[in-house]
């Protein structure tokens, strides 16, 4: 289509950008992509790259693309296709035996990751970040580990009335690890594990280690939370 707009009225081009209104999303956002002194949503050179100024950098995706189109099936569908295209392939960011960027894929595949049907579609859709991804398939070298919460099985808010970590997908609970139940102990797998998670180094050093008991002394990142005790928290400042 090189004029008109779609069934609905409003929208038009191969971003389906609103033409209605004053301005209208397209004046807003609208760009010269070829720089050939034309701005038209029906020219994908154009198109595209307003999409791209329109989604640029946002802190929720999912949000993001609901405000685009207001569709689950939508979001779900685009998340996906994201998810498809970053492929398998990430740079290694963090040297030695520590957590590298990984694909969701190699989570999804381990045998070694317990995951509830709605943390696998957390997984699938790209919602979760990547430094979690990097983390868990990290673990999943070395430990079997169950998922207690990840993001849409997890309160928006902490206890303490902050938005946590877990609503933007940076942030995962582990309550049990190679069978062991996690109960708050100084010894056995869980703490093991909590110990193993403190002495990561570099940018996938999880920001937010919490436990039963502070597994790293003087170093803010990890700390002790009596409402711990029963799950390992590892969380990402944004």
């Given at each position: 289509m090189?004029?008109?707009?779609?069934?609905?009225?409003?929208?038009?081009?191969?971003?389906?950008?609103?033409?209605?209104?004053?301005?209208s999303?397209?004046?807003?956002?609208?760009?010269?992509?070829?720089?050939?002194?034309?701005?038209s949503p029906y020219d994908p050179t154009d198109a595209i790259p307003a999409a791209a100024r329109y989604l640029r950098a946002p802190r929720d995706y999912r949000a993001?693309?609901?405000?685009?189109?207001?569709?689950?099936?939508?979001?779900?569908?685009?998340?996906a296709k994201a998810a498809q295209y970053r492929g398998n392939h990430r740079t290694v960011i963090a040297g030695g035996g520590g957590p590298k960027l990984d694909s969701a894929r190699a989570v999804l595949d381990s045998d070694r990751v317990t995951l509830t049907p709605i943390q696998r579609s957390d997984l699938r859709s790209g919602q979760i970040d990547e430094r979690v991804v990097a983390t868990l398939a990290w673990?999943?070298?070395r430990h079997s580990v169950a998922i207690n919460a990840l993001k849409s099985d997890h309160l928006y808010y902490t206890v303490d009335g902050n938005v946590s970590n877990h609503?933007?997908?940076?942030?995962?609970d582990i309550d049990i690890v190679d069978h062991e139940i996690c109960r708050g102990t100084r010894t056995g797998r869980c703490a093991q594990l909590v110990r193993e998670l403190a002495a990561v180094k570099g940018p996938l050093r999880s920001?937010?280690?919490?436990?039963?008991?502070?597994?790293?002394?003087?170093?803010?990142?990890?700390?002790?939370?009596a409402d711990h005790c029963d799950h390992i928290h590892v969380g990402f400042d944004g």
């Open positions: 090189h004029s008109g707009v779609n069934a609905y009225g409003c929208c038009a081009g191969p971003m389906q950008f609103s033409l209605v209104g004053s301005p999303t397209w004046d807003s956002y609208g760009v010269d992509g070829d720089h050939d002194g034309r701005v993001a693309l609901f405000a685009y189109n207001h569709a689950d099936w939508y979001v779900n569908e685009v998340l673990i999943a070298r609503s933007f997908g940076r942030a995962m920001t937010e280690l919490i436990y039963c008991w502070d597994p790293d002394g003087a170093d803010p990142r990890g700390f002790a939370r």
